[in-house]
Every structure is written in structure tokens, then in C-alpha cells.
């Protein structure tokens, strides 16, 4: 399966797109900060926050490989 963090920024949706061009939908997981923002795109959507490392663990469970986008902001927006 097919990871891609920050999957609804533009650089996130772009990569989605492409992938579903070569992989079926369900080997690729959107990794995003609120899953409701990418019910869009067509892929399954985990909850995963950068400044919630735990986050990942669930949210990377059967990931074979991983697409980092790095954000934009380092702000953490729950504070």
C-alpha cells in the first residue's frame, strides 16, 4: 500500500491523482490532518498530524511505501 502524508495541500493532491493512474484506489491512503478535507479524492483517508507523532502508527499500519510531503506551516494549529 501506497502512503501519501499531506494529501490535501496541492503538491498532496497532485501526487493522489497520478497514483491512481497506476495503482487501484484502495493501495492508496491519504495521510492527512482531518480526513473529512479529503473525502474528495477518492482514496481511503487516515488521520495523521505532524505535531501528533503518535498519530502515525495507526495511521501507517499495512503502508509499504510512504510519500513525505513536508508542510507548509509549522504551526501547530491546535494550540
Known sequence: MY?????????????VKSLLTRVAA???????????KAEDLGVP???????????????LSGVETLLLIS???M???ST
Open 45 to 59: 483517508a487516515r488521520a495523521a498530524d505532524y505535531f501528533v507523532p503518535s498519530s502515525f502508527e495507526t495511521a
Open 3 to 15: 502512503a501519501v502524508t499531506g494529501a490535501t495541500g496541492q503538491l498532496g493532491r497532485k501526487v
Open 75 to 77: 504551526e501547530n494549529p
Open 26 to 36: 484502495d493501495e492508496i491512503v491519504a495521510l492527512v490532518r482531518d480526513p473529512a
Open 71 to 73: 508542510s507548509s506551516s
